[in-house]
């Protein structure tokens, strides 16, 4: 394989990449920043278990840094765009473009966020049964956990596509696109919440238990891998972000574009 041939790989594997963590990863984030605000309402949010939830926040932010920022496999970066893809945005800032990004994955959660409060109701009344405290607050960071697990299923499995698609070396693939990773975010997460009450992570699952959140997770899955729902989240998003764009015809025409595949699909799956 000759470096050209890597490179024009890479830039196909980038935008599915971009696309399954543009949902998953951000979606997974936005169930988390809405379970903050109710855990800081827990009687155990203070000194390390407060600090341990601000380390996932800025773990976040690092993560950010990275995929903005960083120097080697840029992915928001403008000037690298080739000029048919540069023409149609505007004077844009890398930051810039990675929040239009990032918004179509809160979009996506907004539009899913029934299947994410009934999985919260699912932990809820789990926690009730075992007799955990204040389970209607603690119940949020255990469902945000599961979307993070979530998330970082959704980035191994596009993956691996990636390298069965374009039959690229695993070494090659992490290293490029391994700051997609939300792993670090989840073990952070993980210790803020065994912390707030180390009962809500450690108590066995019935069978019927575990089948309801398995299924309510599955349902969640099923939501954020579903190619005309990130269609349909990207069109949102352009329409909230037209100042990205070079020119509002610029953003319409994009938008007709993604309505034309989005149908396409519908019908062929019809």
Known sequence: MTREELQAKLQMAAAQVKLATGIGNNAAWAACLEAHDHIQQ???YRHLVKRAYKASL???HDYE?????EKRYRM???A???EQTRKIYGNITDREYYDFWAATGANAYYETRPLVTSLVNKYRLSLLKHDVRQADLLAWPMAALACLELARQIYEVTLQVVIDTHNLPRSIVDEVFGKFSLSRVKSCWQTALMMTDPQATQYPLDTLEERNIALGIEQLQDAWVNTSEHLNATAKTMLNYEEVFRT???MKKAIREIEDLRDEIDNDGG
């Open 248 to 250: 509002r015809g610029e």
């Open 80 to 82: 690298d765009m080739t």
């Open 76 to 78: 928001f970066h403008v």
């Open 42 to 44: 827990h009687s155990a």
């Open 58 to 60: 800025e773990e976040f």
């Open 65 to 69: 840094r990275r995929l903005i920022y």
